[in-house]
């Protein structure tokens, strides 16, 4: 057998078929066809929250609404005057039935009072996420109230569930994550601003991650729920 050389050309190099060349058309379709299924849900199961449901407070969600309000008017998480203003016109508003008086949070943690302002004993990545869909609104000239922000934020973080199940174990998982949302206790929590959901979707997230094997996009998920 004579062994082909740099010089020599390919004898008959015949293309390659469509799979062998990559990712078959017919199945770039079905990838497609599944993830715009998968937002197309994450967005239709949110529909009515946000134009059906009334906002209300559950737990500690006043504080959460604090940051929020605080991030987005002073770009700091943590309560200074001017965030203080701000939330006691939404308090002021009764757009949200159930929150605390602006009082009632300033007597809540006294030991977090410093010269700067005022903390909370919660991480504020969750708020920050709510905050910074409200400043887009603002840039582009829409007006989206604090409770919308974060419903947002819920919606963008089912759709990034959704997706993630989705692109690793096709129909399967998409129905698998929408089974665990749907039917488990978590489902109460979908309009509720609260960390829950915020935790169960990037923890879920996490879990997928894991089971394949992307170890450091799996610690990253689980660092930030």
């Not at 449901?53 to 940051?67: H, I, K, L, N, W």
């Not at 010269?115 to 504020?124: A, C, I, K, R, Y």
């Not at 991650?209 to 450091?216: A, V």
Request: proline fraction near 7%; glycine fraction near 6%; charge should be negative.
């Amino acid at each position: 057998m004579i062994n082909p050389t740099p010089s020599q050309p390919p004898i008959d190099a015949d293309p390659l078929p469509p799979i062998a060349a990559g990712v078959a058309p017919d199945q770039k379709k079905r990838v497609v066809i599944r993830n715009l299924v998968a937002v197309l849900i994450g967005i239709c199961i949110y529909i009515p929250f946000f134009f059906s449901t009334q906002p209300v407070r559950v737990g500690d969600g006043s504080e959460y609404y604090a940051m929020g309000v605080s991030w987005a008017e002073t770009h700091r998480p943590y309560m200074t005057g001017t965030g203080w203003d701000h939330y006691d016109l939404l308090y002021q508003s009764n757009a949200i039935p159930g929150i605390n008086s602006t009082q009632q949070l300033r007597d809540f943690a006294p030991h977090l009072i410093a010269t700067g302002g005022q903390d909370f004993n919660h991480f504020w990545f969750y708020s920050l996420g709510a905050a910074v869909l409200a400043e887009l609104g603002d840039y582009s000239g829409l007006t989206i109230p604090i409770h919308t922000a974060f419903l947002m934020l819920h919606c963008l973080l089912l759709i990034s569930l959704l997706l993630v199940a989705t692109h690793f174990f096709g129909w399967q998982g998409l129905l698998t994550a929408l089974l665990i949302t749907l039917l488990s206790p978590i489902f109460w929590y979908l309009d509720k601003v609260h960390t829950e959901f915020f935790t169960f979707a990037l923890t879920s997230i996490a879990v997928i991650y894991f089971l394949k094997r992307r170890y450091f996009a799996s610690s990253f998920c689980l660092a930030l729920a």
